[in-house]
């Protein structure tokens, strides 16, 4: 019996990785007898090491040197370089394997984002994702993205206010830089608003902006910044009657439960192809997005808005946003 022994390389970031599950699950599933390992930051290992489809996690801790020699030691057949940095290019030249790349597509991106023409392909991440395995036979199997804990990480209804067990709505209210991030005091209005329980999802970073929107109403909106762990926080998601998140991590993990988003986006745009994936199903995602003269300003974010005004977020009302959610929770 010929085992073909795979690495997956991504090193971050929560969404990113959460992009490659298909990738993970097609090639596992696919092609006969393949062993497959993956390869992360330490820091993101809990987004993967419960995936059932994964036979071996490995990570990017404190020493390059010692992880190299695990890696040379596992004597790979294929690398599937999910993420083509430098760092991964470090990682193909120690091996000395057979590698499959992926292209990101950074001088498209470059365009849009300085001269603001879009010649990016109209083709999500994962099906580009899944184009570095297509030569082994592995085809996208329209299943969508995977998510998993461990039942340690399943809250229970003690971990939350007794006016949100009977259903609420998750807001992700961080993310990774500030242009991505729906102003607080919009969140306020919103929040005030909206007539069913909110829970805020965050890490620690996002605490203070959540208390400051759960002053508004501390019966009905419920601060979880940074109470929870991110499979925890995950958890919480999945048990969510609804969705509204910015451009971050955990509305892909959102779109793996195949639940109702209502995505917000400030300087990203979703041409970028990295919208919430549910594969063939029938559900679909709301985008709120704004028209503004210097949108996309960056594929990834900055601090601030480099321009003072941060119109692309500040456009998006609460109105609309209110609008949306009626219509999406009509249909569950």
């Not at 003690?158 to 919009?186: F, L, Q």
Request: aromatic share 10%; proline share 4%; net charge positive.
């Amino acid at each position: 019996m010929n085992v073909a022994k795979f690495l997956l390389i991504r090193f971050s970031s929560i969404g990113d990785i959460v992009l490659t599950t298909p990738v993970i699950r097609c090639l596992k599933k696919q092609v006969p007898d393949a062993e497959v390992h993956f390869l992360v930051k330490d820091s993101f290992r809990s987004v993967v090491e419960h995936n059932p489809y994964i036979d071996k996690v490995h990570v990017l801790a404190h020493s390059w040197e010692l992880m190299m020699e695990e890696l040379k030691t596992e004597d790979y057949d294929y690398i599937i370089d999910l993420h083509h940095n430098t760092k991964t290019l470090r990682v193909k030249n120690a091996l000395k394997k057979k590698s499959y790349s992926f292209y990101k597509l950074n001088i498209e991106k470059y365009i849009l984002t300085s001269i603001k023409i879009n010649i990016l392909p109209r083709v999500h991440i994962v099906d580009r994702y899944i184009k570095t395995v297509e030569s082994f036979g592995v085809k996208n199997d329209g299943l969508g993205l995977d998510y998993f804990i461990s039942p340690a990480d399943e809250t229970s209804k003690e971990d939350i206010p007794v006016s949100h067990s009977a259903g609420y709505i998750a807001c992700v209210i961080g993310a990774a830089h500030g242009t991505k991030r729906w102003p607080v005091h919009k969140w306020m209005a919103f929040c005030k608003e909206i007539d069913h329980p909110v829970i805020l999802l965050g890490g620690k970073e996002d605490a203070s902006n959540g208390d400051e929107i759960t002053s508004v109403d501390p019966i009905k909106i419920y601060n979880a910044c940074g109470k929870f762990k991110l499979n925890e926080s995950a958890n919480l998601v999945r048990k969510a009657r609804l969705v509204i998140s910015n451009d971050t991590g955990l509305m892909h993990i959102a779109a793996a439960y195949k639940k109702q988003v209502i995505s917000l986006w400030g300087n990203t745009v979703p041409e970028f192809g990295m919208t919430p994936y549910y594969g063939d199903s029938a559900i679909s995602s709301i985008p709120l997005q704004t028209k503004v003269w210097c949108r996309p300003c960056s594929k990834i974010g900055y601090d601030k808005c480099p321009l003072g005004h941060f119109k692309c977020m500040e456009k998006i009302t609460v109105d609309e946003l209110l609008e949306r959610v009626r219509q999406k929770i009509a249909l569950i």
